[in-house]
């Protein structure tokens, strides 16, 4: 299964072209790598696992260098935080979306909002962030036993 990965190297690398030049960003092996994270993966990472990943390849990559790029990304609308109390963490900015919290594990999942019914006087509202906490279904089978 070597072919589909070597493509799925050259859509990133295409991708992470046209980011860096439309950002006005120097395509660096730093930036290349933290944007690998995120690239079209629906995962939420705070700092630890974000340098966690790359220390595994790359352990002279340093935490400021690491966030300084995240804080870049993050203005150039690549990433966001999310935005759920307590947590601190990243993801790819995808569609807004709605997170639901694992009380026992701290897992985030991403729920989808858009079937959601917001009131009239939320219609030109252009930032909201929902975030559901209880106990997820692995959790919540844990407990059962
Ligand atoms: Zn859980
Ligand atoms: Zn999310």
């Known amino acids: 299964m070597i072919a589909p990965m070597r493509k799925n190297d050259d859509r990133l690398e295409a991708s992470f072209s046209a980011f860096c030049r439309d950002a006005g960003f120097r395509k660096t092996i730093q930036r290349r790598i933290v944007y690998g994270l995120f690239y079209e993966a629906r995962i939420h990472l705070g700092m630890e696992e974000i340098m966690a990943k790359i220390s595994l390849k790359h352990p002279e990559l340093r935490q400021e260098s690491v966030y300084r790029i995240l804080n870049d990304f993050e203005r150039r609308g690549y990433i966001r935080k999310v935005e759920v109390p307590g947590v ?26 858009s079937g959601i019914h917001l009131p009239d006087i939320l219609a030109d509202a252009c930032d909201v962030s929902i975030t559901f906490n209880g106990i997820c279904p692995v959790c919540a089978k844990k407990i059962k036993k």
């Open 88 to 113: 601190k963490k990243y993801e790819y900015a995808t569609e807004r979306h709605g997170h639901f919290l694992c009380s026992k594990c701290g897992r985030i999942s991403d729920v989808d909002t």
